[in-house]
């Protein structure tokens, strides 16, 4: 069966970066994009960007386009999403979802705290 | 960037009753639109693809309809577990982009 598991909760400071790992199984990895969508406080959901794991090729959403940055491993069959010069504003769950919306990860959440 | 935009916030129904959501698109979209339901402290769980074709597993109760700017998800008779927040999204092109929700309650 599908399965998308990600990451440990993470706390981090202002400025610093933070990498959201998600490893698939069930499916073959290859075959379609992961997307990142993240979800504030008591918010509505935001979608970050994708990635096509057969060759790495991205876009990102401009909101994040130079603080993002998704990469996957085929050996591992994970992805990952750093985003770095964290704000109290990027406090929130963040989730990787199969092409098509019907498998999702747990979800990891972030928080930035002084 | 395609904006989606949902109404109402907030839908009040009886249980057993109809509700119906919107959802719109600034520009056309094709019938390039997922609706989704996300209960607290969970992800979100695909309801509609395409703008009508229902997700695996899927309580026929749910429906989904129009193209270009206009949708609907319709709830035909109201649940008790129906109490989510229900999000439109459209994969037209990129970026996507989602509604800002409609929260269904128990009226």
């Known amino acids: 069966q599908v399965q998308l598991v990600q990451s440990g909760a993470e706390v981090k400071k202002p400025g610093a970066s933070v990498k959201v790992s998600c490893k698939a199984s069930g499916y073959t990895f290859s075959s379609t994009y992961l997307h990142w969508v993240r979800q504030a406080p008591g918010q509505g959901l935001e979608w970050m960007g994708i990635i096509n794991p057969d060759g790495g090729s991205t876009f990102y959403t401009q909101k994040f386009q130079g603080r993002v940055t998704m990469t996957r491993d085929t050996s591992s069959r994970t992805v990952y999403m750093e985003l770095r010069s964290l704000t109290f504003d990027d406090t929130a769950v963040y989730y990787c979802?199969?092409?098509?919306?019907?498998?999702w990860g747990q979800g990891t959440l972030v928080t930035v705290s002084s | 960037e395609i904006m989606m935009t949902q109404s109402p916030a907030t839908l009040s129904v009886s249980p057993g009753e109809r509700a119906a959501l919107s959802c719109r698109a600034n520009?056309?979209?094709?019938?390039?639109v997922s609706w989704y339901q996300q209960k607290p402290g969970q992800a979100p769980r695909l309801l509609i693809y395409?703008?009508?074709t229902r997700a695996t597993g899927i309580p026929a109760r749910f429906s989904g309809s129009g193209s270009g700017t206009e949708f609907t998800l319709t709830i035909s008779s109201l649940q008790s577990e129906d109490i989510a927040v229900y999000y439109c999204q459209h994969y037209n092109s990129w970026p996507l982009t989602f509604g800002g929700g409609t929260k269904v309650e128990i009226k």
């Open positions: 395409d703008a009508s």
């Open positions: 979802a199969k092409e098509g919306g019907e498998f």
């Open positions: 520009e056309n979209v094709n019938n390039y």
